[in-house]
């Protein structure tokens, strides 16, 4: 075992180690860590619905009826009245004919992938996709062709080689382009409306991540097809997650009936995990309409976004080009990179640091995410917090 020691002490010498921060009490703008009070700025609650009285209620009132845990997988004893529910819940807000509920966003994308495609089939990623995208892509066996990030025009090259000229889908042969909607470490959004004509041009299916879109894209929240205008066609496989804006748990397929189905027999994390609990689909259940019940939420949240993202630009860090409540502040180095969110945490300010394998070598930045439920105080003080450090460190002047 002594290749164990060998690795944590490789990692430790180039900045790659990584420990866990315990956070004290419920996820909010503030939060305590040892002791001491910090603003939270590394989280995905965008909406602030972690810790909102109206999904604690309804989740407790699941815990009273259906009780704590689900027994089983959903073949064989865990489907229960409440899987249905939000199942069907989550299939109206996206404008489905139905939904699967999974129990995690990883799950879902390493379960799916490789349900669409295998041996002798084809599948298409953008290189910064998600790193259980780029593991549902590896474990389907399918021939795995990555484009330049957000390049249509190399996607297109890559179909044309992957079908000839002619763009006719070979007999027999699947082929698939999975894409975020919004890229996790950068905070852009694809190009949605150019992937889905490529495909049809080409026969291709598309599956969409929008684990970082549901409850933040589109006038409605709806998420990246709503946000551009396209139609819930059901020949689009939606992914999503419930964790994130939506405050709760697990994550989402919706799309067709046959696509449901088909998954119910196929996707091995869906067959051969036991079912989330009653609190969690009680609670997503409620925070799906507050989502739409409450659109000054997300209002609340894109005016706190630009204000963030104007702030730390004005004092001279790169962005990195986002559009979204992921605001990637670009350092570069690693080692800087965690010395940098070390002393921001000395500042009160939680906003975590991202190293490789998680992006390239050389683009470590700091990840800092807004929530509807900040103040403007809050904000304030991070932006002077990034100042202050950000001098110390010479990364701006």
Not at 57 to 68: D, R, S
Request: proline share 4%; charged share 25%; hydrophobic share 40%.
């Amino acid at each position: 075992m002594d290749f164990i020691t060998e690795e944590i002490e490789n990692l430790k010498g180039s900045a790659l180690y990584r420990t866990l921060r315990t956070i004290e009490g419920a996820q909010g703008p503030r939060v305590k860590i040892d002791g001491k009070e910090v603003i939270l700025l590394c989280s995905n609650n965008y909406l602030g619905l972690a810790d909102h009285p109206g999904l604690k209620e309804a989740a407790v009132k699941a815990i009273e009826k259906y009780g704590v845990g689900s027994g089983a997988s959903r073949l064989v004893s865990g489907t229960m009245g409440l899987h249905q529910e939000l199942e069907e819940r989550i299939a109206r807000f996206k404008g489905t004919e139905a939904a699967l509920v999974f129990n995690s966003g990883y799950t879902a994308n390493v379960s799916v992938i490789p349900a669409l495609v295998g041996r002798g089939d084809t599948v298409f990623s953008d290189k910064l996709n998600h790193a259980s995208i780029i593991d549902g892509c590896v474990l389907s066996r399918a021939e795995f062709k990555r484009y330049p990030h957000k390049d249509m025009e190399a996607l297109e090259r890559l179909l044309v080689g992957a079908y000839g000229h002619t763009p006719l889908l070979p007999k027999n042969q699947r082929c698939l382009i999975v894409t975020d909607s919004v890229f996790s470490m950068n905070g852009d959004i694809a190009p949605l409306p150019e992937i889905i004509e490529l495909a049809q041009r080409y026969g291709a299916m598309v599956m969409v991540d929008d684990a970082h879109a549901t409850g933040i894209l589109g006038d409605t929240g709806k998420g990246s097809l709503e946000y551009f205008g396209l139609k819930s066609d059901d020949d689009i496989i939606q992914m999503g997650t419930l964790g994130k804006a939506l405050g709760t748990f697990g994550a989402y397929i919706a799309g067709s009936r046959e696509l449901i189905d088909y998954l119910i027999n196929k996707a091995r994390g869906f067959i051969f995990s036991t079912s989330l609990p009653p609190s969690v689909l009680g609670s997503s259940i409620a925070a799906i309409d507050l989502v739409e019940d409450e659109p000054s939420l997300r209002q609340a949240l894109w005016e706190k976004t630009w204000y963030l993202k104007k702030g730390l630009e004005s004092i001279g860090f790169d962005t990195m080009g986002s559009e979204t409540p992921i605001i990637p502040v670009f350092v570069g180095d690693a080692g800087k990179t965690m010395e940098f969110s070390r002393r921001l945490m000395d500042e009160g300010i939680f906003v975590s640091g991202i190293r490789p394998p998680t992006v390239p070598e050389g683009r470590s930045r700091l990840r800092a995410t807004v929530m509807a439920s900040h103040s403007y105080d809050d904000l304030d003080r991070a932006i002077e917090a990034f100042s202050k450090v950000g001098r110390e460190l010479c990364l701006i002047s």
